[in-house]
């Protein structure tokens, strides 16, 4: 089988507080994709269990995430939409990059040493090793391209790293075996456009996240209309008007992210917004944000309500999904072991 030239994958954890920025950042970016390319999109609930084991209802969360992404328009009979654990192959392939990764690699990620904080001695081997799961995750159907946020870059550039060494180290027996010069892409990551980093509604300074613990921080994409207004308007800002160029943003974080954030929710540049906002008060840039964030999440909530209210349908989606997913992962996975040289 030769590579493919133009599939896309991504996952979301199912971690809960699904938000604005998973949507911006990711969502929305493997809707756009769909038109152009064989998409396959993924509930990593393998990667949830890394920070917290217990998790407090994975299922629902993991319905949740599959929810979200056909209630924003993923197209799950012409792509794939699956959970990550109903798809063995991942967990074979992240071992084997286990051995193809490096030590110094992995040490470097700035994401393990974010979450597990000071007391890394006590973070779990999964959180340390997530990074080459993820590039598992992505090669298992040699991806092409992954939409991801802009946190996620250095865990591309890993992933790319390990596709070379694999390539590299194994390049006679991929030739022998008739893959040519390469078996593994040395996959793009897609980041780009207005909404690569949503931060806090309380701290311009801090990515919005799942994890934070103040709800007020983030908008969730389950948040009733009124419960969206009242976080916008809450949102810290300092006392100054808005700008009328995107210089005048700088050193005003928060200010900077309401407008970024406006701008992805209307699909236009952030210059365009401060030419239609300079000047005015946040007393007045603020309804106009809560207006149209509203209006644009107000269907996917609806929907993704909807789809919530029955459970057994999503589960079928997400059955039917790892079907198709294993069949391109298990041929993947064969040509992986003849590559390393295992029995069988
Ligand atoms: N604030 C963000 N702005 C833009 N994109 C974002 N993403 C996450 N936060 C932002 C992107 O959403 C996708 C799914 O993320 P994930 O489930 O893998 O979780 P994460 O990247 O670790 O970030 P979260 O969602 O905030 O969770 P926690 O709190 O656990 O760190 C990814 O493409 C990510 O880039």
Same mark, same amino acid.
């Given at each position: 089988?030769?590579?493919?030239?133009?599939?896309?994958?991504?996952?979301?954890?199912?971690?809960?507080?699904?938000?604005?920025?998973?949507?911006?950042?990711?969502?929305?970016?493997?809707?756009?994709?769909?038109?152009?390319?064989?998409?396959?999109?993924?509930?990593?609930?393998?990667?949830?269990?890394?920070?917290?084991?217990?998790?407090?209802?994975?299922?629902?969360?993991?319905?949740?995430?599959?929810?979200?992404?056909?209630?924003?328009?993923?197209?799950?009979?012409?792509?794939?939409?699956?959970?990550?654990?109903?798809?063995?192959?991942?967990?074979?392939?992240?071992?084997?990059?286990?051995?193809?990764?490096?030590?110094?690699?992995?040490?470097?990620?700035?994401?393990?040493?974010? &979450? #597990?904080?000071? @007391?890394? *001695?006590?973070?779990?081997?999964? $959180?340390?090793?997530?990074?080459?799961?993820?590039? %598992? +995750?992505?090669?298992?159907?040699?991806?092409?391209?992954?939409?991801?946020?802009?946190?996620?870059?250095?865990?591309?550039?890993?992933?790319?790293?390990?596709?070379?060494?694999?390539?590299?180290?194994?390049?006679?027996?991929?030739?022998?075996?008739?893959?040519?010069?390469?078996?593994?892409?040395?996959?793009?990551?897609?980041?780009?456009?207005?909404?690569?980093?949503?931060?806090?509604?309380?701290?311009?300074?801090?990515?919005?996240?799942?994890?934070?613990?103040?709800?007020?921080?983030?908008?969730?994409?389950?948040?009733?209309?009124?419960?969206?207004?009242?976080?916008?308007? &809450? #949102?810290?800002? @300092?006392? *100054?008007?808005?700008?009328?160029? $995107?210089?005048?943003?700088?050193?005003?974080?928060? %200010? +900077?992210?309401?407008?970024?954030?406006?701008?992805?929710?209307?699909?236009?540049?952030?210059?365009?917004?401060?030419?239609?906002?300079?000047?005015?008060?946040?007393?007045?840039?603020?309804?106009?944000?809560?207006?149209?964030?509203?209006?644009?999440?107000?269907?996917?909530?609806?929907?993704?309500?909807?789809?919530?209210?029955?459970?057994?349908?999503?589960?079928?989606?997400?059955?039917?999904?790892?079907?198709?997913?294993?069949?391109?992962?298990?041929?993947?996975?064969?040509?992986?072991?003849?590559?390393?040289?295992?029995?069988?």
């Amino acid at each position: 089988m030769g590579q493919p030239t133009n599939r896309v994958f991504s996952g979301v954890q199912p971690t809960g507080n699904l938000h604005l920025g998973n949507y911006l950042g990711a969502i929305r970016k493997f809707v756009a994709l769909q038109d152009s390319h064989e998409c396959i999109y993924c509930v990593v609930d393998l990667h949830a269990v890394t920070a917290d084991l217990v998790q407090k209802d994975l299922q629902n969360q993991t319905r949740e995430i599959a929810a979200a992404f056909i209630a924003s328009g993923i197209d799950p009979k012409k792509h794939i939409v699956f959970n990550q654990s109903q798809v063995r192959e991942h967990s074979e392939l992240a071992w084997l990059f286990n051995c193809v990764a490096r030590m110094g690699w992995l040490r470097r990620m700035t994401q393990f040493k974010e &979450k #597990a904080g000071k @007391d890394s *001695e006590n973070a779990s081997v999964g $959180l340390f090793t997530y990074p080459n799961l993820m590039a %598992a +995750d992505i090669l298992t159907y040699r991806a092409t391209h992954v939409p991801v946020g802009d946190d996620q870059k250095q865990h591309l550039e890993l992933t790319r790293d390990i596709a070379a060494k694999f390539n590299n180290d194994f390049a006679e027996r991929i030739a022998a075996l008739g893959h040519g010069d390469s078996y593994f892409p040395l996959t793009e990551p897609v980041i780009e456009g207005e909404a690569t980093r949503i931060m806090s509604l309380r701290d311009g300074s801090r990515k919005m996240s799942k994890s934070e613990p103040s709800d007020m921080s983030r908008i969730n994409l389950t948040d009733s209309s009124d419960d969206i207004a009242k976080k916008i308007r &809450k #949102a810290r800002t @300092d006392p *100054e008007p808005l700008p009328d160029n $995107l210089d005048g943003l700088k050193e005003r974080p928060e %200010a +900077d992210n309401l407008v970024s954030i406006f701008a992805a929710l209307s699909e236009v540049s952030s210059e365009e917004v401060l030419r239609q906002y300079g000047g005015k008060q946040f007393g007045e840039f603020k309804p106009a944000l809560a207006d149209l964030a509203v209006e644009k999440l107000a269907p996917i909530n609806r929907e993704m309500r909807r789809l919530m209210d029955d459970p057994a349908g999503v589960d079928a989606v997400l059955k039917e999904g790892a079907e198709k997913a294993r069949e391109i992962a298990s041929v993947t996975l064969s040509e992986v072991r003849d590559i390393f040289g295992f029995i069988g």
